[in-house]
């Protein structure tokens, strides 16, 4: 009996890092042992990651397992569309081009900026007294 065949790529957005494996399949989307609906709340992060698929006209041909860790929701919705998308250009690299196109191959290099100090956060000052 042959072993079912797994195409594994990690995605990163922000602080967040997905380890995404997809194996053909029913369409299931799990994520840290949870339904996406469950894990995910908010219907734009699902929408994400379902993104991909729906570029590539794969909507559920694919079993997708992933863990995902740092960062909040919307962060680590981008880093398992990211992942997604990588394993779906390993599962047959003629997706790149549309991937690509779509803008979903790049990793989003935006990061929180840091505070620095004598300020208030990043960029915020105390307020101004001429007098």
């Known amino acids: 009996m042959a072993a079912e065949k797994y195409y594994y790529a990690t995605g990163r957005r922000k602080t967040s890092s997905a380890r995404v494996f997809l194996k053909p399949g029913k369409g299931s989307v799990t994520i840290n042992g949870k339904k996406a609906s469950d894990y995910l709340r908010r219907m734009q992060s699902q929408m994400i990651v379902e993104q991909p698929f729906d570029l590539v006209s794969q909507v559920g041909k694919f079993d997708v397992n992933v863990t995902v860790e740092g960062g909040g929701e919307s962060g680590q919705a981008g880093a398992i569309r990211h992942g997604i998308t990588r394993a779906l250009i390993a599962f047959n690299p003629d997706y790149k081009k549309s991937l690509y196109e779509a803008g979903y191959v790049t990793r ?24």
């Open 108 to 131: 989003d290099p935006r990061m929180v900026e840091r505070k620095k100090y004598g300020l208030r956060g990043a960029r915020r000052r105390g307020q101004f007294s001429k007098r």
